[in-house]
């Protein structure tokens, strides 16, 4: 983590590392190998977009961790702060030599690998040729119970990148005004973002007007806003890689009764899905007390996906917030809780906020006014 020193992050590395090979050992598997994704991140510390060029991390249940890093990486990846084995390849090369000699070199020919969900497809179908007759599943089988439960660093880290979403919220308030476009609001949550130092985005802003907010993922476009207008803004940003997520409905001037009513029973909605949240709890329960809500209220039909998930490096990760959903939830999960109502021709509604599961309930990471925002004059 950028923010810590040297030493602590060589310890957070270790810890998590130590955790890992709990965790094959548990499930039987020789070794993680994890591709440029949220997971080399979480595991290393480097952080890169995956190419064409292969790039793998291999963590062994017995041995230490290595990276197989094409030459035009190689400097990149030390200044990083990874103090581990390199095997680089060159371009002349490509990177099968240095790959087999690797997996020789810890071990892992026919081995039980977990592998990342996130790797491409090209990279997989050359680890499968190198390391064959390896058996391979998931990363998610092992990575994902680690992940699930964040340390205090990462909880402080989420709930900064919280506070950077919902001070971004105010510009996007001024920028929702009869005659703006989707898109001009949405650049405005952006540029406020990074304005305010936040890393990158956790996702584009997704800004949904009138009709459009019952499509709760359409992308904003070039529609215009009109007096009376519902808007659904959903945005979050990134700090030291650590995603925020807020969505709020706003009105432009006088909104209709029933815009009023629906997003009275959203409220509702999340309050009773927070005020389950609680150790031991099942995830099933939370998304049941929303969803309930909205059901006895006549718009059942009308929400139409999981109260929330959860967050962290990833945008959407484990803990899902879903009907019949077991997982018990733990102090230190981290997830939304984003109830909405979408009626399709007319408008749509919902409300989101962070949530982390804590010894004795929840605390709301995100601070921001959650009743219906009036804007545009």
Known sequence: MEGTSEAGRRRTFEARYDRLREALAEAGLDAVVASPSDNLYYLTGFRSEPDERVLLGFFPLERPAALLVPALYEEQVRASGWKGRMAVW?????????????IEELGLSGAALAVDDEMRADYLLTLMEAARPARMTPASAVLGQLRVRKSPEEVELLRRAAALADQALEAGIRACRAGSTEREVALALELAMRQAGAGGLSFPPIVQSGPNGAMPHQPPGDRRLAPGDAVVLDFGCR???????ITRTLCVKQPEPELERVHRIVEEAQRLALSTVAPGRRAGEVDA???????????????????????????????YIAPGDDTILEPGMVFSIEPGIYLPGRFGVRLEDIVVVTASGAERLNQAPRALIRCGG
């Open 239 to 245: 700090v030291e890689g650590y995603c925020s997520d």
């Open 289 to 319: 007390a929303a969803r309930r809500h909205i059901e006895e209220r006549g718009y059942g039909a009308a929400f139409i996906h999981r109260t929330g998930h959860g967050i962290g490096l990833s945008g959407h990760e484990a803990p």
């Open 90 to 102: 060159p371009e002349a090369e490509g990177p099968k030599p240095a790959l087999c000699g690797l």
